[in-house]
C-alpha cells in the first residue's frame, strides 16, 4: 500500500508525540512518583510496588506493553482498521521512547511544582500530536472506548475520567496525598496543553448584534472595518417581530472598534460576543 504524504505526517506526528510524551514520563513524573492516570501512571505504580516488595526492576517501557496487549486483545473486533492499526504503532512507539529517553540523565533533585507543571506541558504536548494524527498510545483511552462498547448509555469520556480517576486513587495509596495533589496539577496542565495544541488560542471574536437599524449597522461595519457581515433571520420570542441578527468575525484588537460603531449607530443594539478558536476563510486562515 502506498504511503501518502498526509498519511507520512501523520505517521511523523505519532513519532513525535511518543518520544514527548515518554520524556515526560521518565524525567518528570516517574523520578516524582507522580501519577496523572491511564497505563503511564499504572506502570510507575507497578514498577514502584514491584521495587519495593520484592525487588525487581520493572522497566517503564515492558510495563507499559504489557498492560496494553490485553486491551489490544479486547480492542481488535471492535476499533476501525486504521484507528487500531496506528495507535498500535503508537502504542509500540511509545514503549521504545520509553526505553530510550530512559537513558537520559535525570538532575539530582526535581522540584515537585515544575515537575508537575513541565511534565503536564510535555505529555500534553506529546498526546495532542497523537491525537492530531488520529490515534490514541492505548491505555485508558482504548479501555473507555472498549467499556463504551458494552455500556453504550455511558460516554467516552465519562468511562475515561472515571479509569482515570480510579488509577489516581490507587496513586494516592501508593505515594500519598502530597504527590497526589502534584499529579492533579499535571492532569490540569495536560488538558490545557493538549486544548490549545488542537484548538489554538483563542484570536478572533464573533460579534452576534440585534438591532432596529440592521442595514446601517451593517455598512458602517463594512465602511470601516472592511469586515463582511453576515445577516441571520431571526424573531424576538416576547414581541414575536421578526428580527436581523448581525454576524461579524473580527480580530480580537478590532472588537472595541466594532462596538463603537455600534454604539454609535443604535445606542440600545443588543451586543453578544464570544471567543473563537479558528476561522478559515477569505481575511484569516486559507
Same mark, same amino acid.
Given at each position: 500500500?502506498?504511503?501518502?504524504? +498526509? +498519511?507520512?505526517?501523520?505517521?511523523?506526528?505519532?513519532?513525535?508525540?511518543?518520544?514527548?510524551?515518554?520524556?515526560? !514520563?521518565?524525567?518528570?513524573?516517574?523520578?516524582?512518583?507522580?501519577?496523572?492516570?491511564? !497505563?503511564?501512571?499504572? *506502570?510507575?505504580? #507497578? =514498577?514502584?510496588?514491584?521495587?519495593?516488595?520484592?525487588?525487581?526492576?520493572? $522497566?517503564?517501557?515492558?510495563?507499559?506493553?504489557?498492560?496494553?496487549?490485553?486491551?489490544?486483545?479486547?480492542? #481488535?473486533?471492535?476499533?476501525?482498521?486504521? &484507528?487500531? &492499526? %496506528?495507535?498500535?504503532? =503508537?502504542?509500540?512507539?511509545?514503549?521504545?521512547?520509553?526505553? &530510550?529517553?530512559?537513558?537520559? $540523565?535525570?538532575?539530582?533533585?526535581?522540584? #515537585?511544582? #515544575?515537575?508537575?507543571?513541565?511534565?503536564?506541558?510535555?505529555?500534553?504536548?506529546?498526546?495532542?500530536?497523537? &491525537?492530531?494524527?488520529?490515534?490514541?498510545?492505548?491505555? *485508558?483511552?482504548? =479501555?473507555?472506548?472498549?467499556?463504551?462498547? %458494552?455500556?453504550?448509555?455511558?460516554?467516552?469520556?465519562?468511562?475515561?475520567?472515571?479509569?482515570?480517576?480510579?488509577?489516581?486513587?490507587?496513586?494516592?495509596?501508593?505515594?500519598?496525598?502530597?504527590?497526589?495533589?502534584? +499529579?492533579?496539577?499535571?492532569?490540569?496542565?495536560?488538558?490545557?496543553?493538549?486544548?490549545?495544541?488542537?484548538?489554538?488560542?483563542?484570536?478572533?471574536?464573533?460579534?452576534?448584534?440585534?438591532?432596529?437599524? *440592521?442595514?446601517?449597522?451593517?455598512?458602517?461595519?463594512?465602511?470601516?472595518?472592511?469586515?463582511? !457581515?453576515?445577516?441571520?433571520?431571526? %424573531?424576538?420570542?416576547?414581541?414575536?417581530?421578526?428580527?436581523?441578527?448581525?454576524?461579524?468575525? *473580527?480580530?480580537?484588537?478590532?472588537? $472595541?472598534?466594532?462596538?463603537?460603531?455600534?454604539?454609535?449607530?443604535?445606542?440600545?443594539?443588543?451586543?453578544?460576543?464570544?471567543?473563537? %478558536?479558528? !476561522?478559515?476563510?477569505?481575511?484569516?486562515?486559507?
Amino acid at each position: 500500500m502506498k504511503l501518502t504524504k +498526509a +498519511a507520512a505526517i501523520d505517521y511523523l506526528l505519532i513519532a513525535g508525540g511518543c518520544v514527548l510524551t515518554a520524556f515526560g !514520563v521518565n524525567y518528570f513524573y516517574d523520578p516524582n512518583q507522580l501519577v496523572i492516570g491511564g !497505563v503511564s501512571g499504572l *506502570s510507575i505504580i #507497578l =514498577a514502584d510496588t514491584l521495587r519495593r516488595t520484592i525487588g525487581i526492576e520493572l $522497566p517503564l517501557w515492558l510495563a507499559n506493553l504489557a498492560l496494553n496487549a490485553p486491551l489490544f486483545a479486547l480492542a #481488535l473486533k471492535s476499533m476501525g482498521r486504521q &484507528f487500531f &492499526f %496506528r495507535t498500535l504503532i =503508537a502504542t509500540v512507539l511509545l514503549s521504545v521512547a520509553l526505553y &530510550f529517553t530512559n537513558l537520559i $540523565p535525570l538532575p539530582p533533585n526535581q522540584d #515537585l511544582v #515544575l515537575a508537575s507543571v513541565f511534565g503536564g506541558v510535555t505529555s500534553g504536548a506529546g498526546a495532542a500530536m497523537v &491525537f492530531k494524527a488520529q490515534a490514541t498510545t492505548g491505555g *485508558s483511552d482504548m =479501555a473507555a472506548f472498549i467499556l463504551q462498547k %458494552r455500556f453504550p448509555h455511558v460516554s467516552v469520556s465519562k468511562l475515561l475520567f472515571l479509569i482515570d480517576g480510579m488509577v489516581i486513587a490507587l496513586g494516592l495509596l501508593a505515594f500519598g496525598p502530597l504527590k497526589t495533589m502534584y +499529579a492533579v496539577i499535571a492532569v490540569f496542565v495536560t488538558a490545557k496543553v493538549i486544548d490549545f495544541a488542537l484548538e489554538g488560542l483563542s484570536f478572533a471574536k464573533a460579534a452576534f448584534i440585534i438591532s432596529d437599524h *440592521s442595514e446601517e449597522m451593517a455598512s458602517a461595519i463594512l465602511q470601516t472595518l472592511q469586515r463582511g !457581515v453576515t445577516s441571520l433571520s431571526g %424573531r424576538g420570542m416576547y414581541t414575536n417581530n421578526a428580527k436581523n441578527v448581525l454576524l461579524c468575525v *473580527s480580530a480580537s484588537k478590532e472588537m $472595541p472598534k466594532l462596538k463603537e460603531i455600534a454604539k454609535k449607530v443604535d445606542p440600545s443594539a443588543f451586543i453578544i460576543v464570544a471567543d473563537v %478558536r479558528e !476561522v478559515f476563510g477569505e481575511g484569516f486562515k486559507p
